[in-house]
C-alpha cells in the first residue's frame, strides 16, 4: 500500500510537470476576467472582441516559439489590461514565478493596490488564490505575492534589491523608457530583470511602453531587434488590408481656413473613401497582425491611438492641432503618446564649423575684458587648462589653452601647471593681471593629488571642484556653498553641471557679440570646437518627468565643454557687482599710462589694482 503522505509529496511533485490547460491568453480574460470600476471606464466582463488587435498581443504568450514580446504603443490601447490579463492567466492556470517591472517602487505599488487588487477582488477565477497583503502574513505583501505554485514581484527600475531576488520565469517591464540608466550601481534594470530568468527553457519576457526620445528609446531599439508586427485592417469600401496612418487622417477646413476637428475622417489609402469611426470598429475587429521584418525569436507589436475604440478621429485630431500650438515640447508628447513613435529630433546643437569659422585676431586680455577666471580638467594622462576673460554685460573671451602631458599622478605634471598659472596674463592696456579664481575638477581618478595642489595654493584663489550628480534637474546652482567636509579639508566646491551646459549651451547660440557672447581667438583649433559642440541638448523622461538632459554626440570627446563649464562657474562663484565699473577702471588706466600720469597713488590705479592688476 502507497504512503498517502508519499502519494502526496509525488502528486505535487508531477503536477509541476503537467502542461497548463490548452487555452489561450485571450480566451481566458474572455472567459473569466472581470473589469472593476475602480480601474475600468467599461466595468463587468472583459471582451477581448471590444479591442480586437489586443487578441494577437496577449496570445502570443502561448507561442513556444516566441521568447520574447515587445509591446511599443500609444496611450489609450488598454496596456496595462493586457498586462493584467497575461498574469491573470498564468496565477489561475500557469502558475509560476512573475516578475512585473515599473519605472519607480512608487509606481509597484499604485499598480499592485490600484490596479491587481481590484483583479483579484473582482475575477473569480483568481478570487482567494491570493492573500490579501493585509493578512499580516510576510509572503503577502503590497509588492510580494504568493499563490499556489508561484509568487508575484512587483518591483521599481531603481530598486537593485528588486531586481536581483528570487529566479523568475515570467517578466513584465512597462514603460521602459521611463527607466533610470542604472539600478543604482548594479546596471542597466532590464538585463537585471531578464537575468532571472535564465534558468528556465519556457521562460517570457515581455517588454512594453510608449517610446521617447529615438536615440535614447529602450523601447525602440527592442522593436528595430523583433519582426515588427502592424495591425493590419480591411477597407469597408475596397476589402483592401491596411495599416492605419496619421498622414491619412484629414481635417476638413472651412471658408476661412479654419479646421473642423469634428468632421475629421480617415482616408483609405487604396480607394481615398472616407472611413467614419463606425466603420473603423468593423475594420478593427476584421483585422490581423502581419509581420514586416525577419523573426528571429521577438515578436514586435505596434498599435497606436487611432485604433483605439475608446478615441475618435476628431479626438486626435483636436488634440494633434492643440500639440501644435504649444510647440515643441507638447508636440513631442503627442507623437509619443497618441501615435506611440519616437520623437525623431536632433536635439539642439551647436555647429562646430560657426564656431570655429568665427574666431578672431586677438593674443592679449582686450580692452573691454577685466576679470580673468580659468579652470583645468585632469585626464588620466594629461592636464588640460583653460583661461576665460570677462567684461561688460558678461561678455567672454577665451584667452587661453593649454595640455599639460603627463600622469596626474606624478608630481612633475603639477609642476608644470604651478609654473603656467603663476605666468602674468597681459592686458591690452599693458597691465599685469592676476587670475581671480581657477576651479580645478577633482571628480576622476586622482582626486587627492588634486586636493594635495589645491591645499596650499587657496591664497592664489584655486580650488577644486566637484560636478552635482543631479542629472537633468533644474534649479541646481552653477556653484554651491563650499565645503570643507572631505579627505583633503580643502574649500571644494559643487557645480551645477547641466546648469552649467543650459548657460554655456544658450551663449553658444548667441551670434552678436556684446553681452553673453563668447569670442575664440585664432589659436583654438578644431578639436577644441569639435569637444565644445560635442554634446546636444534632448528632452528625456528622468523617474518619470520630462526634462532638457544633454548627451555626446557620436562619441565625443568633451573635456572643452567641461572646461568651459567650470571656468564659467569660476567667474559666477566671484559675485562680482559690477563689472562695467572695472571695465571703465581699465580705460582710465590706459589713458593715464598714455598720459604719463599714472602713479601709485593714483585713484584709478589703486581701484584697479585692487581687483587684481599688477
Given at each position: 500500500?502507497?504512503?498517502?503522505?508519499?502519494?502526496?509529496?509525488?502528486?505535487?511533485?508531477?503536477?509541476?510537470?503537467?502542461?497548463?490547460?490548452?487555452?489561450?491568453?485571450?480566451?481566458?480574460?474572455?472567459?473569466?476576467?472581470?473589469?472593476?470600476?475602480?480601474?475600468?471606464?467599461?466595468?463587468?466582463?472583459?471582451?477581448?472582441?471590444?479591442?480586437?488587435?489586443?487578441?494577437?498581443?496577449?496570445?502570443?504568450?502561448?507561442?513556444?516559439?516566441?521568447?520574447?514580446?515587445?509591446?511599443?504603443?500609444?496611450?489609450?490601447?488598454?496596456?496595462?489590461?493586457?498586462?493584467?490579463?497575461?498574469?491573470?492567466?498564468?496565477?489561475?492556470?500557469?502558475?509560476?514565478?512573475?516578475?512585473?517591472?515599473?519605472?519607480?517602487?512608487?509606481?509597484?505599488?499604485?499598480?499592485?493596490?490600484?490596479?491587481?487588487?481590484?483583479?483579484?477582488?473582482?475575477?473569480?477565477?483568481?478570487?482567494?488564490?491570493?492573500?490579501?497583503?493585509?493578512?499580516?502574513?510576510?509572503?503577502?505583501?503590497?509588492?510580494?505575492?504568493?499563490?499556489?505554485?508561484?509568487?508575484?514581484?512587483?518591483?521599481?527600475?531603481?530598486?537593485?534589491?528588486?531586481?536581483?531576488?528570487?529566479?523568475?520565469?515570467?517578466?513584465?517591464?512597462?514603460?521602459?523608457?521611463?527607466?533610470?540608466?542604472?539600478?543604482?550601481?548594479?546596471?542597466?534594470?532590464?538585463?537585471?530583470?531578464?537575468?532571472?530568468?535564465?534558468?528556465?527553457?519556457?521562460?517570457?519576457?515581455?517588454?512594453?511602453?510608449?517610446?521617447?526620445?529615438?536615440?535614447?528609446?529602450?523601447?525602440?531599439?527592442?522593436?528595430?531587434?523583433?519582426?515588427?508586427?502592424?495591425?493590419?485592417?480591411?477597407?469597408?469600401?475596397?476589402?483592401?488590408?491596411?495599416?492605419?496612418?496619421?498622414?491619412?487622417?484629414?481635417?476638413?477646413?472651412?471658408?476661412?481656413?479654419?479646421?473642423?476637428?469634428?468632421?475629421?475622417?480617415?482616408?483609405?489609402?487604396?480607394?481615398?473613401?472616407?472611413?467614419?469611426?463606425?466603420?473603423?470598429?468593423?475594420?478593427?475587429?476584421?483585422?490581423?497582425?502581419?509581420?514586416?521584418?525577419?523573426?528571429?525569436?521577438?515578436?514586435?507589436?505596434?498599435?497606436?491611438?487611432?485604433?483605439?475604440?475608446?478615441?475618435?478621429?476628431?479626438?486626435?485630431?483636436?488634440?494633434?492641432?492643440?500639440?501644435?500650438?504649444?510647440?515643441?515640447?507638447?508636440?513631442?508628447?503627442?507623437?509619443?503618446?497618441?501615435?506611440?513613435?519616437?520623437?525623431?529630433?536632433?536635439?539642439?546643437?551647436?555647429?562646430?564649423?560657426?564656431?570655429?569659422?568665427?574666431?578672431?585676431?586677438?593674443?592679449?586680455?582686450?580692452?573691454?575684458?577685466?576679470?580673468?577666471?580659468?579652470?583645468?580638467?585632469?585626464?588620466?594622462?594629461?592636464?588640460?587648462?583653460?583661461?576665460?576673460?570677462?567684461?561688460?554685460?558678461?561678455?567672454?573671451?577665451?584667452?587661453?589653452?593649454?595640455?599639460?602631458?603627463?600622469?596626474?599622478?606624478?608630481?612633475?605634471?603639477?609642476?608644470?601647471?604651478?609654473?603656467?598659472?603663476?605666468?602674468?596674463?597681459?592686458?591690452?592696456?599693458?597691465?599685469?593681471?592676476?587670475?581671480?579664481?581657477?576651479?580645478?575638477?577633482?571628480?576622476?581618478?586622482?582626486?587627492?593629488?588634486?586636493?594635495?595642489?589645491?591645499?596650499?595654493?587657496?591664497?592664489?584663489?584655486?580650488?577644486?571642484?566637484?560636478?552635482?550628480?543631479?542629472?537633468?534637474?533644474?534649479?541646481?546652482?552653477?556653484?554651491?556653498?563650499?565645503?570643507?567636509?572631505?579627505?583633503g579639508e580643502v574649500k571644494l566646491f559643487s557645480i551645477g553641471t547641466d546648469t552649467g551646459k543650459d548657460l554655456l549651451f544658450n551663449r553658444l547660440?548667441?551670434?552678436?557679440?556684446?553681452?553673453?557672447?563668447?569670442?575664440?581667438?585664432?589659436?583654438?583649433?578644431?578639436?577644441?570646437?569639435?569637444?565644445?559642440?560635442?554634446?546636444?541638448?534632448?528632452?528625456?523622461?528622468?523617474?518619470?518627468?520630462?526634462?532638457?538632459?544633454?548627451?555626446?554626440?557620436?562619441?565625443?570627446?568633451?573635456?572643452?565643454?567641461?572646461?568651459?563649464?567650470?571656468?564659467?562657474?569660476?567667474?559666477?562663484?566671484?559675485?562680482?557687482?559690477?563689472?562695467?565699473?572695472?571695465?571703465?577702471?581699465?580705460?582710465?588706466?590706459?589713458?593715464?599710462?598714455?598720459?604719463?600720469?599714472?602713479?601709485?597713488?593714483?585713484?584709478?590705479?589703486?581701484?584697479?589694482?585692487?581687483?587684481?592688476?599688477?
Open positions: 500500500m502507497i504512503n498517502p503522505v508519499l502519494y502526496l509529496i509525488m502528486l505535487s511533485v508531477l503536477s509541476n510537470f503537467v502542461p497548463p490547460p490548452d487555452m489561450a491568453v485571450s480566451e481566458w480574460a474572455d472567459n473569466y476576467r472581470i473589469l472593476s470600476p475602480e480601474d475600468s471606464a467599461e466595468p463587468g466582463q472583459w471582451f477581448t472582441s471590444r479591442a480586437e488587435y489586443q487578441r494577437g498581443i496577449m496570445d502570443t504568450i502561448n507561442d513556444p516559439g516566441v521568447e520574447k514580446i515587445v509591446f511599443k504603443k500609444s496611450a489609450q490601447v488598454g496596456a496595462t489590461q493586457i498586462f493584467n490579463n497575461i498574469i491573470g492567466y498564468f496565477v489561475d492556470l500557469d502558475p509560476c514565478p512573475i516578475l512585473l517591472v515599473n519605472p519607480t517602487r512608487e509606481m509597484a505599488q499604485a499598480w499592485s493596490k490600484l490596479r491587481f487588487a481590484p483583479m483579484l477582488r473582482d475575477t473569480p477565477a483568481l478570487k482567494g488564490k491570493v492573500k490579501d497583503a493585509r493578512s499580516r502574513d510576510a509572503e503577502n505583501t503590497v509588492l510580494f505575492k504568493k499563490f499556489p505554485g508561484g509568487h508575484l514581484s512587483a518591483v521599481g527600475a531603481n530598486s537593485p534589491a528588486g531586481l536581483a531576488m528570487r529566479p523568475i520565469r515570467v517578466v513584465i517591464c512597462d514603460e521602459i523608457d521611463r527607466y533610470p540608466a542604472s539600478a543604482g550601481s548594479e546596471g542597466d534594470p532590464i538585463f537585471l530583470a531578464f537575468k532571472r530568468s535564465q534558468t528556465y527553457w519556457n521562460r517570457k519576457l515581455i517588454l512594453g511602453s510608449t517610446p521617447t526620445q529615438e536615440d535614447i528609446s529602450r523601447i525602440e531599439k527592442a522593436w528595430n531587434e523583433s519582426d515588427k508586427r502592424y495591425y493590419f485592417v480591411p477597407c469597408v469600401h475596397c476589402g483592401e488590408f491596411q495599416k492605419f496612418e496619421f498622414k491619412y487622417l484629414k481635417i476638413p477646413q472651412d471658408e476661412k481656413g479654419e479646421y473642423i476637428t469634428a468632421d475629421a475622417y480617415y482616408e483609405c489609402s487604396c480607394c481615398g473613401e472616407k472611413i467614419s469611426d463606425s466603420d473603423k470598429i468593423v475594420m478593427i475587429k476584421n483585422g490581423e497582425w502581419r509581420a514586416t521584418a525577419e523573426f528571429k525569436g521577438t515578436a514586435g507589436f505596434h498599435i497606436w491611438e487611432a485604433y483605439s475604440p475608446w478615441s475618435r478621429f476628431s479626438d486626435i485630431a483636436s488634440s494633434f492641432l492643440e500639440a501644435k500650438r504649444g510647440g515643441r515640447e507638447t508636440l513631442q508628447v503627442w507623437i509619443n503618446t497618441v501615435l506611440g513613435e519616437c520623437w525623431r529630433d536632433e536635439g539642439e546643437k551647436i555647429e562646430e564649423d560657426l564656431l570655429f569659422l568665427r574666431r578672431e585676431n586677438y593674443t592679449n586680455v582686450p580692452m573691454d575684458a577685466a576679470v580673468v577666471v580659468g579652470a583645468c580638467d585632469v585626464q588620466k594622462d594629461r592636464i588640460e587648462t583653460l583661461q576665460l576673460a570677462f567684461g561688460r554685460d558678461d561678455e567672454c573671451w577665451a584667452i587661453d589653452f593649454k595640455i599639460f602631458e603627463g600622469d596626474p599622478g606624478k608630481y612633475h605634471v603639477w609642476e608644470d601647471l604651478d609654473k603656467y598659472l603663476d605666468m602674468p596674463i597681459i592686458h591690452e592696456s599693458g597691465a599685469r593681471l592676476v587670475m581671480q579664481r581657477m576651479f580645478i575638477d577633482s571628480g576622476g581618478l586622482n582626486t587627492q593629488d588634486v586636493y594635495n595642489f589645491c591645499r596650499p595654493r587657496e591664497h592664489k584663489r584655486i580650488f577644486p571642484i566637484k560636478g552635482s550628480s543631479q542629472t537633468g534637474m533644474t534649479g541646481v546652482p552653477l556653484v554651491g556653498r563650499p565645503s570643507r567636509r572631505n579627505k547660440k548667441n551670434e552678436t557679440p556684446g553681452p553673453n557672447y563668447i569670442h575664440f581667438n585664432m589659436q583654438f583649433d578644431q578639436e577644441f570646437f569639435r569637444q565644445l559642440t560635442a554634446e546636444k541638448r534632448v528632452p528625456r523622461y528622468h523617474k518619470g518627468v520630462l526634462r532638457r538632459e544633454y548627451v555626446r554626440i557620436g562619441g565625443r570627446k568633451n573635456e572643452a565643454t567641461d572646461l568651459m563649464v567650470y571656468a564659467i562657474a569660476a567667474y559666477y562663484s566671484l559675485k562680482i557687482k559690477d563689472i562695467n565699473k572695472i571695465v571703465d577702471q581699465m580705460y582710465a588706466y590706459k589713458r593715464e599710462k598714455e598720459d604719463g600720469t599714472i602713479t601709485l597713488q593714483n585713484k584709478s590705479a589703486r581701484q584697479v589694482r585692487s581687483k587684481g592688476i599688477h
